[in-house]
């Protein structure tokens, strides 16, 4: 079964317009993407899987699945929510997230909602098509997100991290009567800003998870241990503060063996990577930025877009993401890459994939070879109207 994989991190700094530190791409950059418009939903959730069991990737983007290869949408739920002409209102879908909750063998859904105020899973009927139908996981306040991870460390990202105020968890675990369901995990019930994610922070080969002003210390077993509270303040254009971003992503940007942090303001300006500075056993951050010319990139992935062994970074403008009411909120759309070149002084280079074109990108931002050539493509969503899917003419 394919299911969607979803990137690793990595960060840098340049230089250029309003005091941002990219550099822009030349003419002739490699790669370049084939816009394809799959629908015109205005959502802002997607994701990526074999939903059909047929070998190929999916896309879905609730209430719709759009089957592969010619992405022809299928309704499969209702959502609640209303999203006018204008791009104003919300829906009550900010996560699809493939993942086979009751093991029967065909990819799920799992969704959040922020007005909706909880977490729910669909369930795929397989052959026999009509609705899926929806299992309640916890009503937990606002969710402003989720994607899956690698929390408990074994490999597979087949966890859900939600960012709710709270820290916590989710998984599929089979009770001792044989039923499965999505278990919660608490790690802290301190209340924390917006943004969440998660990678190996000091080294020691267990998956940390990160909140903007917080990251916590796995135990030997991330089920029953204590996590451990760190200081982090992350998000904001000024060092030292703290501010709501969108996924927070874990990486040696400069190969100097200790791991960074990549992440963004998500509804502001800056796109910044923080270098892990270590003293014996004390860990402090230095903020380095990428971009400030653009503003709300609420959705943040990193992938080999060049296949050159190391991680870029994708990420797209939100459309509307409170309504118009953000600073640059009404600045034209844009999908962007940032090519990365590691080492003690790593520059990040900046693509253009899509700008002043109506389509930037919502709450996820899925990265799989669609086609299956053999290079990674980007399909995004959002308010103004979607999928759209980037086709990689690498290979």
């Not at 299992?135 to 859900?160: A, F, H, Q």
């Not at 969440?196 to 990160?210: A, E, I, Q």
């Not at 963004?264 to 400030?292: M, N, P, V």
């Not at 990139?297 to 118009?324: C, E, P, Q, W, Y």
Request: hydrophobic share 35%; glycine share 14%; aromatic share 10%.
């Amino acid at each position: 079964m394919r299911i969607l994989v979803v990137a690793v991190c990595m960060f840098v700094g340049l230089l250029g317009g309003r005091g941002t530190v990219w550099a822009e791409s030349p003419a002739q950059a490699v790669p370049a993407f084939r816009m394809h418009r799959v629908g015109t939903y205005r959502g802002e959730a997607c994701g990526v899987g074999d939903f059909n069991n047929d070998g190929r990737l999916d896309i879905v983007g609730l209430p719709y699945l759009y089957v592969a290869p010619e992405f022809n949408p299928v309704r499969i739920c209702e959502v609640q929510g209303e999203v006018d002409e204008e791009g104003k209102g919300y829906r009550d879908d900010f996560m699809n997230a493939p993942l086979d909750v009751d093991g029967d063998g065909w990819l799920d859904v799992v969704t959040c909602s922020w007005f909706g105020k909880k977490a729910e899973w669909l369930r795929n009927p397989g052959g026999t098509g009509g609705s899926w139908p929806r299992t309640l996981i916890e009503e937990n306040g606002n969710y402003e997100c989720g994607d899956l991870w690698d929390v408990d460390g074994d490999g597979k990202p087949l966890e859900i991290l939600p960012a709710v105020t709270g820290t916590i968890w989710y998984e599929v675990r089979t009770s001792p009567e044989g039923k499965r369901a999505m278990v919660k995990h608490v790690i802290s019930q301190e209340a924390m800003t917006w943004g969440v994610g998660c990678g190996d922070v000091n080294g020691d080969g267990r998956p940390d998870v990160l909140r903007p002003e917080a990251w916590f210390e796995a135990p030997a077993d991330p089920r029953t241990g204590e996590w451990k509270k760190h200081p982090l303040a992350i998000g904001a254009k000024q060092e030292g503060k703290v501010a709501h971003t969108p996924q927070i992503w874990v990486y040696d940007v400069n190969a100097d063996g200790l791991a960074d942090i990549v992440t963004s303001c998500a509804h502001g300006y800056g796109i910044f990577w923080y270098e892990q500075i270590r003293r014996e056993s004390d860990i402090t951050w230095k903020q380095h930025l990428i971009d400030d010319s653009w503003s709300q990139a609420h959705s943040v992935t990193l992938a080999d877009m060049d296949d050159d062994g190391d991680l870029d970074l994708i990420t797209g403008k939100r459309f509307m993401a409170h309504n118009g009411h953000d600073p640059g909120g009404t600045e034209p759309l844009g999908v962007y890459w940032y090519e990365l070149r590691r080492g003690s002084s790593p520059t990040w280079t900046k693509h253009v994939i899509s700008f002043d074109q109506g389509v930037g990108s919502g709450m996820t931002l899925p990265v799989a070879d669609l086609d299956g050539d053999g290079d990674l493509d980007i399909v995004v969503t959002g308010k103004w109207g979607g999928p759209v899917w980037f086709e990689n003419a690498l290979k």
